[in-house]
């Protein structure tokens, strides 16, 4: 499974969304908007809202992304010819 840019930037603007809802009362400020670059979804001072299609294509990207790091860890350890470390 290959990980793209892009899911990268999808999970971070997912997780400085998850800032905003806990830290910020959904309301969407600097911080979010630089750490979310272009895939941001709000502008400044709107609310920030999560709907079930987002949370879902947030949750795909974030798994790709862990599953990515993780098949790059198991290749490093075979790579290595440690097959036993995974």
Do not use: P
Not at 14 to 29: F, Q
Not at 47 to 53: E, G, K, L, Y
Not at 56 to 68: E, F, G, K
């Amino acid at each position: 499974m290959q990980n793209t840019e892009n899911e990268r930037a999808r999970v971070a603007e997912a997780k400085a969304t998850r800032h905003l809802l806990v830290h910020n009362r959904g309301i969407v400020n600097g911080i979010y908007l630089q750490k979310a670059g272009s895939f941001a979804r709000f502008k400044l001072g709107e609310s920030a809202s999560v709907t079930m299609v987002y949370a879902r294509d947030s949750w795909q990207a974030l798994s790709s992304t862990v599953l990515t790091c993780l098949d790059r860890v198991i290749a490093t350890f075979q790579a290595e010819g440690d097959t036993n470390a995974v």
